[in-house]
């Protein structure tokens, strides 16, 4: 069962927000020189070579059990591969804000799957309502009023990717909380590696191979995409998960959707429309329901 959350989970959740808050703005700005296969590939492919040399440095071990190879195979393809790939898909129609305030969808769907899968994390009356509450939020986010945002013709289909890339991270920080005990880094590091193998060749084959020379602006998102958002964020994350929980790995989202916004606004200049802002202000109300503590035991449902 997870353990209550401790001073570094915290010190680790605010900074994972803001890692990840920016790198929609690193997305949308790689985009101007990447394929959006490679900007999948490439951040994955440079987070793996990042967490190899940090645990060769730390002389980490790789495990020996099949069952962790297994998890850390579908972590690295739910929570980077699919994930990366639909996000950098829909950025080209539509906002780096517009995707950081679908990850405000994820604790809901985290909510709904724990309840099944984790331990100690039952729905409760008020998790229920939370999440009736959220799924409000998100329809509004993606309901009529708002499509024209960008005018891009796979607007509507990018909306939805960006939802999918959610209901993918979700499903990635339940299997990592499943698995079984491991070092967090040789399991972020077997991860990205799987990712790796599976999004370098797809990359290859249909987008042929990446610029030579990129102009250093895209090349800098990129590196930093890689860096941090992946190779850095993918320990703190799998920490997280394996101390605290992935529900309370969730409560980023509160904050990720903040940065992104405001990054994309005073950066790229980003519109912000009213319709955007009341679907975040239900979502993160639904989940403050959600999180609400001192729910007697006997409201589990299920």
Request: charged share 10%; net charge positive.
């Amino acid at each position: 069962m997870p353990t209550p959350p401790t001073a570094a989970n915290w010190i680790a959740l605010c900074a994972l927000g803001l890692i990840w808050g920016a790198s929609f703005l690193g997305i949308a700005i790689a985009l101007e020189g990447y394929a959006p296969v490679w900007v999948a590939a490439g951040r994955i492919a440079i987070g793996a070579l990042t967490l190899t040399a940090i645990a060769a440095a730390k002389r980490v071990p790789l495990p020996r059990d099949a069952r962790i190879w297994g998890f850390a195979l579908a972590m690295g393809v739910f929570s980077n591969a699919a994930p990366f790939f639909l996000l950098g898909w829909s950025q080209q129609h539509v906002t780096s804000g517009f995707a950081g305030i679908t990850m405000a969808a994820i604790p809901l769907f985290v909510i709904g799957l724990a309840h099944h899968l984790v331990t100690g994390e039952r729905l409760t009356r008020a998790k229920t309502g939370g999440f009736l509450m959220g799924l409000i939020g998100v329809a509004v986010l993606i309901g009529p009023g708002v499509l024209a945002a960008t005018g891009s013709d796979f607007e509507t289909l990018a909306r939805l990717g960006c939802l999918l890339a959610a209901l993918s991270y979700a499903v990635g920080a339940i299997l990592t909380r499943r698995c079984p005990e491991v070092h967090p880094l040789a399991f972020g590091m077997i991860a990205l590696w799987s990712a790796s193998v599976l999004m370098v060749p797809i990359a290859l084959a249909t987008s042929g191979p990446p610029p030579l020379m990129p102009d250093a602006r895209p090349l800098v998102a990129l590196l930093y995409l890689g860096l941090l958002p992946t190779g850095f964020a993918t320990l703190l994350l799998v920490g997280i998960i394996r101390s605290a929980g992935p529900s309370f790995l969730s409560q980023v989202n509160y904050h990720v959707p903040v940065w992104s916004v405001l990054l994309g606004v005073v950066v790229l200049n980003e519109e912000l429309p009213g319709r955007f802002v009341l679907a975040l202000g239900i979502i993160i109300a639904g989940l403050m329901l959600a999180r609400r503590t001192g729910v007697p035991r006997r409201e589990a449902i299920g």
